[in-house]
């Protein structure tokens, strides 16, 4: 296997069980949901396999993993394994206890999500009032006890207007990064298809990005979802004549490339399926029945996500390929295809351009 296509960042749905009712949920999370089916021990197993094979970063994710009662046993074991465990949570449930129960296991960072820069804003699109003070105690929580943590934030078009805001209160927070999501339409986020962010906005939006980027000193930022940036960056950079050495495009488990679907990433559900990354559908092979080490390396899903060459549309002749990608869970969600063009992306490759212009002049 290629040195690149190393496994640098699981995620693992260890519960489907949520506190919230996101309107964006991947998982259609409630507390209805599933716990999914993986012991305790079934778990350490499936760290150590992890472990045996990379020794990437390890997000607890779910749902809401502070529901998992064994949450911290596996965090722990983990760590002694040498993986780094990160967790992602809402915040509604952290407490002092709770906050001293992650640094305990050595829980390396936590990310809190933060829609907007008001409960009106934020309650909305988390479909729960009250969620908004919640965000914002558990950052003070995690600030009281030197607990690091980061600041995800989901957008749409309900909660576009909030962007500059919503940034400087996950600054005012004390986050040690903030990562601006762009929403993939899967799960719950079917059913605001409506909802996403034109193409047109979605450029506006990663320029925005770009200069205040260009400002900053005191926070990481990191769009995600958004493999278009890495596109964007380099021709602003050009167009302005700078050398802009961005922290964001490196300070990711991708090195400096959009879509790491498959290639440096993963997600593993509380049933043991692994996908591609956290918005797919489409399972790669079940490590309850399969190695995975055997599924990463060898299963088709992947191996077809690291051939370029198969992309198709635009982005399959464009020239940023190889940095960007185009998101290919959104492909598949639009398109039923995970190697079509990015639907979301309104660049016009060189090569497109030149064929357009050669028919054109027939």
Known sequence: MQQEFVPKWVAWETTQKCNLRCVHCRCSSDLTSSSGDF?????????KEIADFSKPVVVLSGGEPLLRPDIFELAQFGTSLGLRMCMATNGAL?????????????IKMVSLSLDGSSAEVHDNFRQCPGSFEGVVRAAEIFRRNGQKFLINSSFTKRNQHDIANTFKVAKSLGATAWYMFMIVPTGRGEEIMSELISKEDYEEILDWHYQQEKLEDEILMR?????HYYRIVPQKAKAEGVNFERRSLTFSTGGGKGCIAA???CLIDCFGNVKPCSYFHRTAGNVKQVPFKEIWENSDIFRSLRDFKSYKGKCGQCEYLNICGGCRARADAVYGDYLEEEPFCN???IRVQRQEAAGDNK
Do not use: F, N, R
């Open 39 to 47: 012991t305790t021990e079934e778990g350490k197993k499936l760290l």
């Open 347 to 349: 660049y016009v490759p």
């Open 223 to 227: 769009p995600t979802c958004a493999p």
């Open 94 to 106: 952290v407490t002092d206890e709770i906050c001293q129960k992650m640094k305990q296991a050595d």
């Open 263 to 265: 290639q440096t990433i």
